[in-house]
Protein backbone atom coordinates (compact mmCIF):
# COMPACT_ATOMS: atom_id res chain seq x y z
CA UNK A 1 0.00 0.00 0.00
CA UNK A 2 2.74 2.67 1.23
CA UNK A 3 5.08 1.61 -2.30
CA UNK A 4 1.66 2.36 -4.28
CA UNK A 5 1.35 5.31 -2.88
CA UNK A 6 4.91 6.57 -3.12
CA UNK A 7 4.88 5.35 -6.69
CA UNK A 8 1.38 7.78 -7.40
CA UNK A 9 3.22 10.60 -5.41
CA UNK A 10 6.21 10.06 -8.06
CA UNK A 11 4.25 9.97 -11.07
CA UNK A 12 2.45 13.42 -9.97
CA UNK A 13 5.68 15.18 -9.25
CA UNK A 14 7.32 14.45 -13.29
CA UNK A 15 3.67 15.08 -14.63
CA UNK A 16 3.69 18.45 -13.04
CA UNK A 17 7.71 19.09 -13.92
CA UNK A 18 6.81 18.21 -17.56
CA UNK A 19 3.86 20.32 -18.13
CA UNK A 20 4.71 23.03 -16.40
CA UNK A 21 6.48 26.09 -18.39
CA UNK A 22 7.45 27.78 -15.19
CA UNK A 23 9.34 25.30 -14.49
CA UNK A 24 11.00 24.57 -17.63
CA UNK A 25 11.64 28.25 -17.99
CA UNK A 26 13.16 28.56 -14.87
CA UNK A 27 16.03 25.34 -15.72
CA UNK A 28 16.89 26.94 -19.13
CA UNK A 29 16.62 29.94 -19.04
CA UNK A 30 19.56 32.77 -18.32
CA UNK A 31 22.15 31.77 -15.30
CA UNK A 32 22.91 33.50 -11.92
CA UNK A 33 26.01 34.62 -13.12
CA UNK A 34 24.21 36.48 -16.13
CA UNK A 35 22.02 38.07 -14.09
CA UNK A 36 24.54 38.82 -11.42
CA UNK A 37 24.33 42.41 -9.80
CA UNK A 38 27.81 42.54 -8.22
CA UNK A 39 29.26 43.57 -10.97
CA UNK A 40 26.91 46.27 -11.40
CA UNK A 41 27.09 47.14 -7.87
CA UNK A 42 30.72 47.32 -7.20
CA UNK A 43 31.13 50.19 -9.52
CA UNK A 44 32.16 53.45 -7.97
CA UNK A 45 29.31 55.24 -6.62
CA UNK A 46 28.35 59.02 -6.46
CA UNK A 47 26.32 58.93 -3.49
CA UNK A 48 23.87 62.13 -2.95
CA UNK A 49 20.58 62.72 -1.35
CA UNK A 50 17.57 62.82 -3.54
CA UNK A 51 15.85 65.42 -2.34
CA UNK A 52 18.51 67.87 -2.52
CA UNK A 53 18.51 66.65 -6.64
CA UNK A 54 15.06 66.67 -7.15
CA UNK A 55 15.24 70.55 -5.62
CA UNK A 56 17.87 71.08 -7.64
CA UNK A 57 15.99 70.32 -10.98
CA UNK A 58 12.76 71.30 -9.98
CA UNK A 59 14.35 75.33 -9.17
CA UNK A 60 16.60 74.37 -12.86
CA UNK A 61 13.32 73.78 -14.33
CA UNK A 62 11.37 76.54 -12.82
CA UNK A 63 14.03 78.93 -14.37
CA UNK A 64 13.65 77.41 -18.15
CA UNK A 65 17.12 76.44 -17.59
CA UNK A 66 18.46 72.77 -18.76
CA UNK A 67 19.31 69.67 -16.34
CA UNK A 68 22.16 67.95 -16.76
CA UNK A 69 21.86 64.25 -18.23
CA UNK A 70 24.51 63.50 -15.02
CA UNK A 71 21.91 64.91 -12.54
CA UNK A 72 19.42 62.44 -14.01
CA UNK A 73 21.94 59.80 -13.94
CA UNK A 74 22.84 60.39 -10.10
CA UNK A 75 19.06 60.28 -9.34
CA UNK A 76 18.78 56.77 -10.96
CA UNK A 77 21.19 55.54 -9.27
CA UNK A 78 20.69 56.66 -5.64
CA UNK A 79 17.33 55.06 -5.83
CA UNK A 80 16.43 53.17 -2.83
CA UNK A 81 13.08 52.27 -2.54
CA UNK A 82 10.08 51.28 -4.62
CA UNK A 83 8.18 55.08 -4.14
CA UNK A 84 11.46 56.69 -5.57
CA UNK A 85 11.15 54.62 -8.66
CA UNK A 86 7.66 56.92 -8.98
CA UNK A 87 10.39 60.16 -8.61
CA UNK A 88 12.30 58.69 -10.86
CA UNK A 89 9.87 58.22 -13.61
CA UNK A 90 8.94 61.74 -13.14
CA UNK A 91 12.11 63.28 -13.51
CA UNK A 92 12.84 61.51 -16.72
CA UNK A 93 9.70 62.46 -18.47
CA UNK A 94 10.69 66.02 -17.30
CA UNK A 95 14.45 65.33 -19.28
CA UNK A 96 12.95 63.79 -22.09
CA UNK A 97 10.61 67.10 -22.93
CA UNK A 98 14.19 69.62 -21.78
CA UNK A 99 16.73 71.01 -24.66
CA UNK A 100 18.76 68.01 -23.03
CA UNK A 101 16.70 65.46 -24.22
CA UNK A 102 19.47 63.66 -26.72
CA UNK A 103 22.06 63.29 -23.78
CA UNK A 104 20.44 61.03 -21.56
CA UNK A 105 23.10 58.20 -20.92
CA UNK A 106 23.06 54.76 -21.96
CA UNK A 107 24.10 53.59 -18.13
CA UNK A 108 21.42 55.81 -17.23
CA UNK A 109 18.69 53.73 -18.99
CA UNK A 110 20.47 50.27 -17.72
CA UNK A 111 20.50 51.86 -14.30
CA UNK A 112 16.59 52.61 -14.51
CA UNK A 113 15.73 48.99 -15.56
CA UNK A 114 18.07 47.17 -12.86
CA UNK A 115 16.38 49.77 -10.09
CA UNK A 116 13.09 48.71 -11.15
CA UNK A 117 13.78 44.88 -10.82
CA UNK A 118 15.80 45.17 -7.65
CA UNK A 119 12.76 47.04 -6.06
CA UNK A 120 9.72 45.38 -7.67
CA UNK A 121 9.10 48.00 -10.28
CA UNK A 122 9.59 46.02 -13.06
CA UNK A 123 5.78 47.27 -14.77
CA UNK A 124 7.44 50.60 -14.37
CA UNK A 125 10.37 49.34 -16.49
CA UNK A 126 7.94 47.73 -19.33
CA UNK A 127 5.96 51.47 -19.19
CA UNK A 128 8.55 54.01 -20.09
CA UNK A 129 10.12 51.31 -22.45
CA UNK A 130 6.40 51.02 -24.50
CA UNK A 131 6.41 54.60 -24.27
CA UNK A 132 9.97 55.39 -24.92
CA UNK A 133 9.47 58.22 -27.24
CA UNK A 134 8.39 59.96 -23.80
CA UNK A 135 10.79 58.55 -21.51
CA UNK A 136 13.63 58.08 -24.03
CA UNK A 137 14.48 54.68 -22.64
CA UNK A 138 16.26 52.59 -25.51
CA UNK A 139 18.00 49.62 -24.03
CA UNK A 140 20.73 47.44 -25.28
CA UNK A 141 20.83 44.40 -25.64
CA UNK A 142 21.66 43.07 -22.63
CA UNK A 143 19.38 44.99 -20.56
CA UNK A 144 16.51 43.97 -22.73
CA UNK A 145 18.08 40.21 -21.87
CA UNK A 146 17.38 41.16 -18.37
CA UNK A 147 14.15 42.31 -18.63
CA UNK A 148 12.94 39.38 -21.22
CA UNK A 149 14.07 36.84 -18.30
CA UNK A 150 12.61 38.50 -15.30
CA UNK A 151 9.19 37.63 -17.33
CA UNK A 152 10.08 34.78 -18.76
CA UNK A 153 11.14 32.88 -15.21
CA UNK A 154 7.70 34.58 -13.68
CA UNK A 155 5.85 32.45 -16.44
CA UNK A 156 4.67 35.82 -17.52
CA UNK A 157 5.10 35.25 -21.04
CA UNK A 158 2.55 38.59 -22.43
CA UNK A 159 4.41 40.86 -20.97
CA UNK A 160 7.69 39.18 -21.69
CA UNK A 161 6.59 39.37 -25.65
CA UNK A 162 5.69 43.01 -25.34
CA UNK A 163 9.69 43.37 -24.38
CA UNK A 164 10.04 41.43 -27.25
CA UNK A 165 7.99 43.90 -29.71
CA UNK A 166 10.61 46.92 -28.50
CA UNK A 167 13.44 44.60 -29.26
CA UNK A 168 11.66 43.93 -32.74
CA UNK A 169 10.98 47.56 -33.52
CA UNK A 170 14.83 48.58 -32.58
CA UNK A 171 16.10 45.46 -34.52
CA UNK A 172 18.36 44.80 -31.87
CA UNK A 173 18.25 41.11 -32.49
CA UNK A 174 22.23 40.86 -32.93
CA UNK A 175 22.82 39.03 -30.09
CA UNK A 176 22.38 34.61 -30.28
CA UNK A 177 21.27 35.10 -26.24
CA UNK A 178 18.47 37.81 -27.20
CA UNK A 179 17.50 35.64 -30.15
CA UNK A 180 16.90 32.54 -28.01
CA UNK A 181 15.38 34.36 -24.95
CA UNK A 182 12.99 36.55 -27.74
CA UNK A 183 11.89 33.52 -29.54
CA UNK A 184 11.36 31.05 -26.11
CA UNK A 185 8.56 34.35 -24.95
CA UNK A 186 7.23 33.59 -28.27
CA UNK A 187 6.67 30.00 -28.10
CA UNK A 188 5.61 30.18 -24.91
CA UNK A 189 3.31 32.73 -25.54
CA UNK A 190 1.85 31.66 -28.73
CA UNK A 191 1.20 28.08 -26.79
CA UNK A 192 -1.24 29.48 -24.65
CA UNK A 193 -3.17 29.78 -27.52
CA UNK A 194 -4.29 33.65 -26.79
CA UNK A 195 -7.05 35.49 -28.49
CA UNK A 196 -5.09 37.79 -30.33
CA UNK A 197 -6.42 41.46 -31.45
CA UNK A 198 -5.28 42.12 -34.99
CA UNK A 199 -2.38 45.26 -33.86
CA UNK A 200 -1.54 41.94 -31.24
CA UNK A 201 -1.20 39.06 -33.97
CA UNK A 202 0.31 42.17 -36.09
CA UNK A 203 3.24 42.44 -33.33
CA UNK A 204 3.65 39.06 -32.48
CA UNK A 205 3.80 38.05 -36.28
CA UNK A 206 6.88 40.81 -36.81
CA UNK A 207 8.46 39.59 -33.95
CA UNK A 208 8.44 36.25 -34.89
CA UNK A 209 9.55 37.18 -39.01
CA UNK A 210 12.40 40.07 -37.94
CA UNK A 211 14.05 37.51 -34.95
CA UNK A 212 12.91 34.36 -37.81
CA UNK A 213 15.22 36.08 -40.11
CA UNK A 214 18.60 35.76 -38.40
CA UNK A 215 18.79 32.25 -38.33
CA UNK A 216 17.78 29.66 -40.90
CA UNK A 217 17.58 26.63 -38.70
CA UNK A 218 14.49 24.70 -38.27
CA UNK A 219 13.55 27.48 -35.57
CA UNK A 220 14.70 30.37 -37.54
CA UNK A 221 12.87 29.33 -40.43
CA UNK A 222 9.24 27.90 -38.39
CA UNK A 223 9.60 31.30 -36.94
CA UNK A 224 9.54 32.89 -40.29
CA UNK A 225 6.18 30.81 -41.18
CA UNK A 226 4.48 31.62 -38.26
CA UNK A 227 5.56 35.61 -38.29
CA UNK A 228 4.54 35.43 -42.93
CA UNK A 229 1.31 33.72 -41.63
CA UNK A 230 0.11 35.88 -39.21
CA UNK A 231 1.19 39.26 -41.21
CA UNK A 232 -0.50 37.85 -44.21
CA UNK A 233 -3.50 37.14 -42.08
CA UNK A 234 -3.21 40.92 -41.44
CA UNK A 235 -2.53 42.07 -44.66
CA UNK A 236 -5.39 40.03 -46.18
CA UNK A 237 -8.34 41.35 -43.18
CA UNK A 238 -7.21 45.09 -42.94
CA UNK A 239 -4.55 45.67 -46.25
CA UNK A 240 -1.21 46.06 -46.40
CA UNK A 241 -0.33 49.25 -45.12
CA UNK A 242 -2.00 47.90 -41.40
CA UNK A 243 0.96 45.52 -41.46
CA UNK A 244 4.08 47.30 -42.43
CA UNK A 245 2.76 51.07 -40.62
CA UNK A 246 5.77 51.37 -37.89
CA UNK A 247 7.10 48.34 -38.42
CA UNK A 248 10.30 47.39 -40.07
CA UNK A 249 9.06 45.36 -42.15
CA UNK A 250 9.52 44.71 -46.26
CA UNK A 251 6.88 47.37 -47.76
CA UNK A 252 5.77 44.82 -50.51
CA UNK A 253 2.64 42.54 -50.48
CA UNK A 254 2.49 39.01 -50.32
CA UNK A 255 2.87 37.85 -46.66
CA UNK A 256 1.09 34.61 -47.65
CA UNK A 257 2.86 33.88 -50.44
CA UNK A 258 6.29 34.90 -48.54
CA UNK A 259 5.07 32.10 -45.87
CA UNK A 260 4.79 29.83 -48.99
CA UNK A 261 8.07 30.52 -50.17
CA UNK A 262 9.32 29.38 -46.51
CA UNK A 263 7.44 25.79 -47.05
CA UNK A 264 8.85 25.56 -50.84
CA UNK A 265 12.73 26.58 -49.67
CA UNK A 266 12.31 23.65 -46.94
CA UNK A 267 11.20 21.30 -49.33
CA UNK A 268 13.50 21.49 -51.96
CA UNK A 269 16.59 22.02 -49.55
CA UNK A 270 19.35 18.77 -49.10
CA UNK A 271 19.96 19.50 -45.30
CA UNK A 272 18.38 18.37 -42.47
CA UNK A 273 16.27 21.48 -42.24
CA UNK A 274 12.55 20.81 -41.16
CA UNK A 275 9.65 23.02 -40.28
CA UNK A 276 7.18 22.31 -36.87
CA UNK A 277 4.29 20.21 -37.79
CA UNK A 278 2.02 22.91 -35.68
CA UNK A 279 3.30 25.65 -37.46
CA UNK A 280 2.08 24.13 -40.39
CA UNK A 281 -1.05 23.61 -38.52
CA UNK A 282 -1.15 27.13 -37.87
CA UNK A 283 -0.93 28.48 -41.22
CA UNK A 284 -3.64 25.98 -42.25
CA UNK A 285 -5.87 27.70 -40.08
CA UNK A 286 -5.03 30.93 -40.98
CA UNK A 287 -5.88 30.13 -44.70
CA UNK A 288 -8.98 28.41 -43.48
CA UNK A 289 -10.30 31.04 -41.32
CA UNK A 290 -9.38 33.12 -44.37
CA UNK A 291 -11.36 31.44 -46.51
CA UNK A 292 -13.92 31.13 -44.19
CA UNK A 293 -14.46 34.45 -43.68
CA UNK A 294 -14.35 35.20 -47.52
CA UNK A 295 -16.98 33.08 -47.88
CA UNK A 296 -19.53 34.35 -45.00
CA UNK A 297 -18.54 37.88 -46.99
CA UNK A 298 -20.22 36.23 -50.16
CA UNK A 299 -23.17 34.77 -48.47
CA UNK A 300 -23.84 38.30 -46.56
CA UNK A 301 -23.88 40.41 -49.85
CA UNK A 302 -27.46 38.33 -50.10
CA UNK A 303 -28.40 38.96 -46.80
CA UNK A 304 -31.62 41.91 -46.49
CA UNK A 305 -32.89 43.78 -43.78
CA UNK A 306 -31.28 46.84 -41.61
CA UNK A 307 -28.85 44.70 -40.50
CA UNK A 308 -27.61 43.09 -43.67
CA UNK A 309 -27.61 46.70 -44.94
CA UNK A 310 -25.49 47.79 -41.79
CA UNK A 311 -23.21 44.82 -42.51
CA UNK A 312 -23.01 45.67 -46.29
CA UNK A 313 -21.62 49.74 -45.59
CA UNK A 314 -19.38 48.39 -43.39
CA UNK A 315 -17.79 45.89 -45.77
CA UNK A 316 -17.81 48.60 -48.61
CA UNK A 317 -16.08 50.81 -46.46
CA UNK A 318 -13.80 48.59 -45.77
CA UNK A 319 -13.22 48.34 -49.51
CA UNK A 320 -13.44 50.92 -50.31
CA UNK A 321 -10.00 51.73 -48.30
CA UNK A 322 -8.28 49.10 -50.12
CA UNK A 323 -6.81 49.61 -53.58
CA UNK A 324 -6.08 47.83 -56.87
CA UNK A 325 -3.63 45.83 -55.68
CA UNK A 326 -4.98 44.69 -52.36
CA UNK A 327 -8.41 43.45 -53.66
CA UNK A 328 -5.70 41.46 -56.27
CA UNK A 329 -4.07 40.18 -53.09
CA UNK A 330 -7.55 38.82 -51.69
CA UNK A 331 -8.65 37.32 -54.61
CA UNK A 332 -5.07 35.18 -54.68
CA UNK A 333 -6.46 33.50 -51.76
CA UNK A 334 -7.64 30.30 -53.40
CA UNK A 335 -4.33 29.86 -54.71
CA UNK A 336 -2.45 29.93 -51.57
CA UNK A 337 -5.10 26.90 -50.17
CA UNK A 338 -4.40 24.97 -52.97
CA UNK A 339 0.07 25.74 -52.99
CA UNK A 340 -0.08 24.83 -49.38
CA UNK A 341 -2.01 21.80 -49.24
CA UNK A 342 0.59 20.68 -52.32
CA UNK A 343 3.95 21.75 -50.68
CA UNK A 344 2.55 20.40 -47.42
CA UNK A 345 2.40 16.92 -49.22
CA UNK A 346 6.18 17.22 -50.16
CA UNK A 347 6.93 18.09 -46.73
CA UNK A 348 5.23 15.34 -45.44
CA UNK A 349 6.59 12.57 -48.05
CA UNK A 350 10.37 14.04 -47.78
CA UNK A 351 9.82 13.72 -44.18
CA UNK A 352 10.86 17.63 -43.77
CA UNK A 353 8.15 17.79 -41.17
CA UNK A 354 9.49 17.83 -37.29
CA UNK A 355 6.50 16.45 -35.13
CA UNK A 356 8.33 18.27 -32.43
CA UNK A 357 6.05 21.26 -31.77
CA UNK A 358 8.12 24.86 -32.48
CA UNK A 359 8.36 25.65 -28.24
CA UNK A 360 9.60 22.70 -28.12
CA UNK A 361 12.38 23.37 -30.82
CA UNK A 362 12.98 26.27 -28.60
CA UNK A 363 13.43 25.00 -25.77
CA UNK A 364 15.88 22.55 -26.96
CA UNK A 365 17.85 25.61 -28.81
CA UNK A 366 17.83 27.25 -25.56
CA UNK A 367 19.24 24.31 -23.93
CA UNK A 368 22.01 23.57 -26.69
CA UNK A 369 23.04 27.19 -26.97
CA UNK A 370 22.23 29.39 -24.37
CA UNK A 371 24.74 28.74 -21.62
CA UNK A 372 27.54 29.52 -24.83
CA UNK A 373 26.16 32.57 -25.37
CA UNK A 374 26.43 34.04 -22.46
CA UNK A 375 29.86 34.24 -21.86
CA UNK A 376 30.37 36.61 -24.98
CA UNK A 377 27.69 38.57 -23.25
CA UNK A 378 29.23 39.29 -19.86
CA UNK A 379 32.56 40.02 -21.40
CA UNK A 380 31.08 42.39 -23.35
CA UNK A 381 29.24 43.86 -20.04
CA UNK A 382 32.03 44.62 -18.39
CA UNK A 383 33.85 46.26 -20.46
CA UNK A 384 30.82 48.55 -21.10
CA UNK A 385 30.63 49.25 -17.57
CA UNK A 386 33.90 49.66 -16.95
CA UNK A 387 33.60 52.26 -20.73
CA UNK A 388 30.61 53.73 -18.72
CA UNK A 389 32.87 54.28 -15.67
CA UNK A 390 35.16 56.25 -17.59
CA UNK A 391 32.67 58.22 -18.90
CA UNK A 392 30.91 59.15 -15.86
CA UNK A 393 34.42 60.44 -14.62
CA UNK A 394 34.73 62.43 -17.45
CA UNK A 395 31.07 63.95 -16.80
CA UNK A 396 31.53 64.87 -13.34
CA UNK A 397 35.51 66.36 -13.90
CA UNK A 398 34.15 68.44 -16.81
CA UNK A 399 31.52 69.68 -14.11
CA UNK A 400 33.70 70.09 -11.56
CA UNK A 401 35.86 72.60 -13.58
CA UNK A 402 32.68 74.50 -15.21
CA UNK A 403 31.44 75.21 -11.62
CA UNK A 404 34.73 76.31 -10.50
CA UNK A 405 35.43 78.46 -13.87
CA UNK A 406 31.47 79.86 -12.68
CA UNK A 407 32.94 80.63 -8.93
CA UNK A 408 35.92 82.29 -10.47
CA UNK A 409 34.02 84.26 -13.05
CA UNK A 410 31.45 85.40 -10.53
CA UNK A 411 34.58 86.29 -7.86
CA UNK A 412 36.30 88.62 -10.90
CA UNK A 413 32.77 90.27 -11.50
CA UNK A 414 32.60 91.42 -7.95
CA UNK A 415 35.97 92.62 -7.68
CA UNK A 416 35.27 94.58 -11.00
CA UNK A 417 32.14 96.00 -9.38
CA UNK A 418 33.51 96.58 -6.10
CA UNK A 419 36.44 98.98 -8.27
CA UNK A 420 34.08 100.87 -10.15
CA UNK A 421 32.06 101.55 -7.08
CA UNK A 422 35.48 103.22 -5.78
CA UNK A 423 36.22 104.98 -8.51
Not at 381 to 393: G, K, S, T
Request: net charge negative; charged share 30%; with cysteine.
Amino acid sequence: MAASIWKRCVTAAVKVKRLSPSLTARRWMLSAAYTDTNAWESREKDPHNLAVLATTMDRTYNRNLPVSSLTVSRFVDNISSREEVDQAEYYLYKFRHSPNCWYLRDWTIHSWVRQCLKYGAREKALHTLKNKVQYGIFPDDFTFNLLIDSYIKDGDFKSACSVVEEVMLQEAFDLPSTRILSLHALASYRATRPQLTVPEERALGASLLVCGLRQDDTVGLGAQLLGNALLGKVEMLEGIHAVFKGMPLFWGRGYLDRALAVMEGVASASGDVKLPKDALDDMNDVLQELSSSSDSDSSGAESTGEEGEEEEEEKKKKEDSFDEDNLAEQAKLPQYVSRFKELRSQLESGGKVDPASFQASVAALARQDLAAAEQPDLDQYLIRVQAWQAENRQLIQREKETREKAEQEKEERKERLAAAQQE
